[in-house]
């Protein structure tokens, strides 16, 4: 027990540390790009940003979710290792293509898109492709991307600090933000192909075709929640102001934040949550409930400081009072509770393989997405744009816990 308990905290710190790393870096850069460029200015890269995500996403299409488990089964066997990468190298790599060949046809067909704009998101999706995260969470070694991300972050920094700008600067921000992370994970993906003795080639087109079958209904699970972002910024960016779409845009990226927080929560306890849940239902539920409770005291506390210090919060991200920020932040505190709850709803579909199921809950998600994200910007004050979080996460909580509790009694009655 405890020899799995310390596994679990090893996995956790260093997720963690993934995780916090980008926080930290979304943290500090939020000040530098207010202060030099304006909210407006970050505005624009947050709606870029958010865009990147999605299609990084795409790129991934599930894979760090559905490869944990046969790297880790077959983590001393080198030769299905280099089975697995070249499944998912060859994946990413087709979709990747797909993906920047139907970006250039808009490009040349509608004049007043910006081109340094488009191409300011292809570090990110390139960086997809090589992103080794499936493969060292399964042979936890983890503390290997971990320690490089947050270096490769602090040179992002250290980029925004030294390199002045006058012309494309969201496009040329974006790029600080993400091309030295894909550098990065280009460099990890080589010392794993020799390490591994990996000889890289080309699935056939059969298993290509399986693999994007199996993986299709994760991938649309993973992306409804980065689409859930994404809409809603595109809304904000068509019917307000410059000014209330950087206000909403540190919102966004405190969500984001928070939520891939949680997603390293529950990439650590996956493994453990596997046998548990191989072992017997019941002792995962017990376990469950267990880490329930440890969402919820870190939420209410994250809940106490984003509500009652929001003023010290907005001057240290706009550098002066703003009553807008400091309500959206206000709207905002409640948000992480409602992602954390739901973080186990997931994970219990995963690993019950309710892959349609999911499919179906993202469906409504996206559905209410849209409901949500019009009404607000349609029909109510514009201050309301920062009850958005709390209203699709809580639609989401809501979503995910009536199809789980139904699957569960008809398993019951099975």
């Not at 019917?239 to 990226?253: E, H």
């Not at 870190?298 to 009072?321: C, G, T």
Request: with cysteine; charged share 10%; proline share 3%.
């Amino acid at each position: 027990m405890l020899q799995s308990l310390h596994s679990i905290w090893k996995n956790f710190f260093n997720l963690g540390l993934f995780q916090a790393a980008g926080m930290l870096m979304q943290l500090i850069a939020i000040p530098i790009i207010t202060a030099n460029h304006g909210l407006e200015t970050f505005g624009e890269v947050a709606l870029i940003t958010s865009t990147g995500a999605l299609l990084g996403n795409l790129v991934n299409f599930g894979t760090n979710q559905t490869e944990i488990k046969a790297i880790s089964i077959h983590r001393n066997d080198h030769n299905c290792l280099a089975d697995i990468y070249n499944e998912i190298f060859s994946l990413r790599l087709v979709i990747c293509l797909l993906m920047i060949a139907l970006t250039i046809i808009p490009i040349f067909s509608v004049k007043f898109l910006s081109l340094p704009l488009v191409l300011s998101l292809l570090p990110l999706i390139v960086s997809e492709i090589f992103n080794p995260l499936y493969f060292l969470i399964g042979i936890e070694k983890i503390h290997w991307i971990s320690w490089g991300n947050l270096c490769s972050r602090a040179i992002s920094l250290l980029l925004l600090f030294i390199i002045p700008l006058s012309t494309n600067i969201p496009a040329i921000i974006n790029l600080m933000l993400t091309v030295p992370i894909m550098l990065f994970n280009i460099g990890l993906s080589i010392h794993l192909i020799n390490k591994f003795n990996i000889k890289l080639h080309l699935i056939s087109v059969k298993k290509l075709k399986d693999k994007l079958q199996n993986n299709f209904y994760v991938t649309f699970n993973g992306s409804s929640a980065i689409l859930q972002q994404s809409i809603f910024m595109f809304f904000v960016a068509g019917t307000a102001t410059p000014q209330i779409l950087g206000a909403y845009g540190i919102i966004d990226k405190f969500s984001g934040a928070f939520r891939q927080l949680i997603s390293a929560c529950s990439s650590a306890i996956y493994p453990k949550a596997a046998q548990l849940y191989q072992e017997g239902i019941q002792k995962w539920n017990n376990f469950r409930t267990l880490v329930q409770k440890g969402y919820l005291v870190i939420s209410l506390l994250i809940a106490f400081l984003f509500y009652f210090f929001a003023d010290q919060w907005a001057i240290l991200l706009y550098s002066k009072a703003d009553p807008i920020i400091t309500f959206f932040l206000q709207c905002f505190s409640i948000a992480p509770l409602a992602i954390a709850l739901n973080a186990n709803n997931v994970l219990d579909m995963l690993l019950a393989h309710l892959y349609k199921q999911m499919f179906l809950v993202s469906c409504l998600i996206l559905l209410a997405t849209f409901i949500i994200s019009f009404s607000l910007t349609h029909f109510l004050d514009v201050k309301f744009i920062g009850c958005y979080p709390i209203a699709i996460e809580s639609t989401c909580l809501l979503l995910y816990t009536l199809v789980r509790l139904k699957s569960n009694s008809k398993h019951a009655l099975a």
